[in-house]
């Protein structure tokens, strides 16, 4: 039996995302999108003034995880094969649906704020996620001290 949260789940990707939609709407979001691919999936929304993007990672379809059984390696069948990455796809945007409701109950109850859960996610003027500039530089970045970050992060130039 596997610990990760929802590894068994029923619930379908499309359910899952429809949640996460109503989930967005019920605590203020402004506008919602999504997109997906083979290697991921995204989210995107609107609230409080800022656009948010969660990146999702999807499994690969041709992992051996999902064509061999765990016990003893056996070959799966197409179908079993598809099943079980169709359940870990499943699993995964459960998690995310958890993540997000998590966030932003935090927020409603006061918690924490909007800007200390969702900062990582937030879109800068380049149309990259603070995260997705700051983490590559994070050692240089804390070096520096918090002003020149904040500075350049609203100046929205990347972090170099």
């Not at 989930?23 to 609230?47: D, R, T």
């Not at 069948?77 to 499943?90: D, G």
């Amino acid at each position: 039996m596997s610990t990760r949260y929802a590894a068994d789940t029923s619930v379908s990707v499309e359910k899952s995302r429809s949640e996460i939609e109503r989930l967005l709407l019920k605590y203020g979001a402004s506008s919602f999108m999504y997109a997906w691919g083979e290697e991921s999936a995204m989210i995107m929304f609107k609230k409080s003034g800022r656009t948010i993007k969660f990146v999702l990672p999807l499994p690969n379809k041709d992992a051996d995880e999902f064509w061999l059984t765990t016990a003893r390696r056996n070959p799966r069948t197409p179908a079993q094969a598809y099943e079980s990455w169709e359940q870990a796809c499943r699993q995964r945007w459960r998690a995310l649906c958890l993540v997000i409701k998590a966030k932003l109950e935090a927020v409603e109850t006061g918690i924490t704020t909007f800007e200390q859960e969702f900062l990582p996610h937030m879109l800068t003027a380049t149309g990259q996620t603070v995260a997705e500039q700051l983490i590559p530089r994070l050692g240089e970045v804390m070096a520096k001290g918090s002003g020149d970050v904040f500075k350049m992060l609203t100046d929205g130039r990347s972090i170099s």
